[in-house]
């Protein structure tokens, strides 16, 4: 999956502004590990009401960062925690969504300047 951030869409609404673009970043990495800590509790209680409404939280920040692949999934799983009966696919889609995650940080790092 590719976790490179595309900051093409950012960048064309605040005119390459890089206050904005770092103040963006920054939320991203201050309120993510948040989320991704109540997905994984989700996980952890089979709460799918839970991994469907972080699932759905987490899609704006990954559009506007170019996470296009993440985006579609994080949907997907949102998708499948509307199903009934519940498709428990979701508790395994959802561990690698948290994983690729976690791969997300390193490179949203090095944007910030």
């Not at 609404?13 to 206050?19: H, L, M, R, W």
């Not at 559009?63 to 979701?90: H, N, R, S």
Request: aromatic share 6%; proline share 4%; with cysteine.
């Amino acid at each position: 999956m590719k976790l490179v951030l595309d900051l093409t869409f950012i960048k064309s609404i605040c005119d390459e502004d890089p206050k904005f673009i770092n103040e963006v970043l920054e939320t991203f990495l201050i309120e993510m590990p948040k989320d991704i800590a109540q997905m994984n509790q989700a996980v952890e209680e089979q709460d799918i009401v839970m991994l469907g409404r972080m699932a759905h939280k987490t899609k704006s920040s990954l559009q506007t960062l170019g996470l296009f692949e993440l985006k579609e999934l994080a949907l997907k799983i949102e998708q499948l925690t509307k199903t009934v009966p519940a498709d428990l696919a979701v508790f395994s889609l959802s561990e690698q969504f948290i994983k690729h995650m976690a791969g997300v940080y390193p490179n949203a790092k090095k944007l910030i300047r």
